[in-house]
């Protein structure tokens, strides 16, 4: 699938209230900016236009656009976020995706969904079960997917925030992540890039048009991923790591 379009959202000077389970560090807000700016670089030198939504104050964490909805070929779906706080940021994208897509799919309560939780290879989406997204919102995705010819599947996720925390599409039948979760049965047919202990953030990348963008600061698990033969840009996302944010939540791709 080729890739053209990306949403963004610039960060808000509120982002120093974002949840987070990981750290007590706050990230800064003009270092945040400056990152969110090399990370929108990097998109477009994936071949990628990029929409940049205006920040929205009033939801600390909407900077992670991915988490609120899933965008497939024939649909986009309006999730239902897990973390209370962030339930009203579905209202903020939904006119966007309106205006980009013919069908507008929705989770329902009591089902609870994250986009951190999906992820797409080819027609499949694997959806991970997590502290967000629970069992009822998984089987509404895999009744959306399934509407419009597509499949879906659940990951046990324990570990991690997010599916996508753990493990990622790399491109070539490629899979990187935490060593443990991505020998399991639902990955072995794929090649499986296994990230060190010391290189755990590593596992968050987004594959491109043959490119893959990752994480700085991972040298092993960098020379793994240009092995694959794709092209691979790094991005600095420390700021948006302090409060459990990786590279795939910062953006919707179509
Ligand atoms: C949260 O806890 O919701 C945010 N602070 C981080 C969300 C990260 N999203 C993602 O990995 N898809």
Known sequence: MTFTTAIVRS?????????????????????A???????????????????????SEAYPDSVFVEDVAVLTPACAIVTAPGAESREGEIREIRPTLAGLFPHIE??????????GDVMQIGTHYYIGLSGRTNLAGARQLVGILEKYGMTGSTIPVHKFLHLKTGVTWVGNNALVG???????????????ISVEDDERGAANCIYLNDKIIMPAG????????????????????SEFAKIDG????????F
């Not at 990786?246 to 791709?253: A, H, I, K, P, V």
């Open 11 to 31: 960060p808000g000077r509120s982002i120093v209230s974002g949840l987070s389970e990981s750290s007590s560090k706050l990230p800064i807000y003009g270092k």
């Open 33 to 55: 900016l400056e990152q969110h700016e090399h990370y929108v670089n990097a998109l477009k030198q994936c071949g990628l236009d990029v929409m940049i939504l205006d920040a």
């Open 106 to 115: 929705k989770i329902m309560s009591p089902g609870t969904l994250e986009g």
């Open 178 to 192: 935490e060593r443990n979760f991505i020998m399991q049965s639902s990955f072995q047919q794929f090649n499986v």
């Open 218 to 237: 991972y040298p092993k698990t960098k020379k793994l991923l240009r092995d694959t033969g794709s092209e691979v840009f790094e991005v600095d996302i």
């Open 246 to 253: 990786g590279l795939t939540c910062l953006s919707l791709r």
